[in-house]
Nanobody, 119 residues
Framework: QVQLVESGGGLVQPGGSIRLSCAAS????????MAWHRQAPGNQRELVAA???????NYADSVKGRFTISRDNAKNTVYLQMNSLKPEDTAVYLC?????????????WGQGTQVTVSS
């Protein structure tokens, strides 16, 4: 059984910074893509940032230059450094990973962590 656990969310003032972490645990043979998504009330879930299978990164236009995705392969962990935060960044942030386990490849999701940007 594979689990993804996010941490690092909270309340931050506009212009502030916060760092999210997402750690995968369980029987993991390899991890392909790693990504962060977000969902605000009344909005569809959107991709924020991702490592593709080839190792390159993609960012939503709304976060380019402000957010940075990084990873620690030894820890099966992906991070999202969020700078210059705006109220419109307020959302539940969820991570996802494509992971190969004993039963083959699967797409796994974390439970989400709330980020609120407000003064």
């Amino acid at each position: 059984q594979v689990q993804l656990v996010e941490s690092g969310g909270g309340l931050v003032q506009p212009g502030g910074s916060i760092r999210l972490s997402c750690a995968a645990s369980g029987t993991i043979f390899s991890i392909s893509t790693m990504a962060w998504h977000r969902q605000a009330p009344g909005n569809q879930r959107e991709l924020v940032a991702a490592f593709t299978g080839g190792g390159s990164t993609n960012y939503a236009d709304s976060v380019k230059g402000r957010f940075t995705i990084s990873r620690d392969n030894a820890k099966n962990t992906v991070y999202l450094q969020m700078n210059s935060l705006k109220p419109e960044d307020t959302a539940v942030y969820l991570c996802s990973m494509q992971i190969r386990t004993t039963t083959g490849w699967g797409n796994y999701w974390g439970q989400g962590t709330q980020v609120t940007v407000s003064s």
